[in-house]
């Protein structure tokens, strides 16, 4: 079975969902399967990235997790639009209307059903790496996310309540016994000397920081409405992004 790698941060806007959806190209570009799941039911979205944003999903993650499909029916194969071969990257969006979200919040779910669900979507779709964009914060569906997880990547932002935050959640990581925990920096603007914030980094978190990825104009003006790494590949975002990919690929393989 593939890996499954949960994106994280402790506070909102860090650019997990960028960084998942580009995570998910880069990968699918070296020829690897992948999933993506969007276990954040309060506040989705990764599926607008994958263009998706207007189209009537039938089904979604929340009607699995209500009971009412099953897992093989919210699969969206995305390959196609990034001119990725066919299976390459299938999307399991959550739902991003009112009522499905204040229902989900309300009613609750069946964890391990979730858990359960990703394993089945692994092996199922002979995935090579199963992504998990999360929510931010720490809360009962994330601590879910991160325990069902081969790997965790944390993003935060050149920020001190992000330093603060994120040292929380490698501990909550560390206590939950995740396998293992990577670092990425989002956002750093290139006034910043970035051995020397990599250094700090390392020696601070004490794990590996998979990358620092530059503030990027483009990507802002990109709107979340493209996968940046398919539209503008040479953007130093992008190529941040694809190493950051290639070492999850080399460092995440399960042998079971
Ligand atoms: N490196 C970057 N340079 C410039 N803008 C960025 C960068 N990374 C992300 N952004 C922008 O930051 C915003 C937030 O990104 P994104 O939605 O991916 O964050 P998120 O962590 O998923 O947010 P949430 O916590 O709400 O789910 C988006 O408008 C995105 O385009
Ligand atoms: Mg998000």
């Known amino acids: 079975m593939g890996?499954?790698?949960?994106?994280?941060?402790?506070?909102?806007?860090?650019?997990?969902?960028?960084l998942t959806a580009n995570l998910a190209y880069c990968c699918a570009s070296t020829g690897a399967h992948v999933g993506v799941v969007d276990t954040d039911i309060q506040?989705?979205?990764?599926?607008?990235?994958?263009?998706?944003g207007n189209s009537p999903m039938k089904y979604c993650l929340n009607d699995y997790l209500k009971g009412e499909c099953t897992i093989n029916d919210p699969i969206y194969d995305v390959s196609?639009?990034?001119?990725?071969?066919p299976k390459s990257i299938n999307l399991i969006p959550s739902r991003l209307n009112a009522q499905a979200i204040v229902g989900m919040l309300k009613e609750g779910f069946d964890v391990q059903k979730l858990s359960t669900a990703v394993t089945d979507l692994a092996k199922k779709l002979e995935l090579d790496v199963l992504l998990i964009d999360t929510h931010p914060g720490i809360e009962e569906d994330t601590l879910l996310s991160i325990a069902m997880s081969d790997a965790l990547v944390v993003i935060l932002r050149p920020d001190e309540q992000d330093y603060l935050g994120t040292a929380v959640t490698f501990e909550?990581?560390?206590?939950?016994?995740?396998?293992?925990?990577?670092?990425v920096a989002n956002r750093v603007p290139s006034e910043l000397d970035s051995d020397y914030f990599r250094t700090k980094l390392e020696e601070t978190y004490k794990v590996p920081i998979?990358?620092?990825?530059?503030?990027?104009?483009?990507?802002?003006?990109?709107q979340s409405k493209e996968i940046y790494c398919f539209?503008?590949?040479?953007?130093?975002?992008?190529?941040?992004?694809r190493t950051a990919a290639?070492?999850?690929?080399?460092?995440?393989?399960?042998?079971n």
């Open 3 to 18: 890996s499954v790698i949960a994106i994280h941060s402790f506070r909102g806007g860090t650019g997990k969902s960028n």
């Open 43 to 52: 506040s989705p979205g990764i599926h607008v990235l994958f263009g998706l």
């Open 80 to 85: 196609s639009k990034l001119s990725l071969p």
């Open 172 to 183: 909550i990581a560390k206590r939950m016994e995740v396998p293992k925990t990577f670092l």
């Open 210 to 222: 998979i990358g620092i990825l530059p503030f990027s104009y483009g990507l802002m003006m990109a």
């Open 231 to 241: 539209t503008s590949p040479k953007d130093p975002f992008s190529l941040a992004t």
């Open 246 to 255: 290639e070492y999850i690929l080399k460092n995440t393989k399960c042998t």
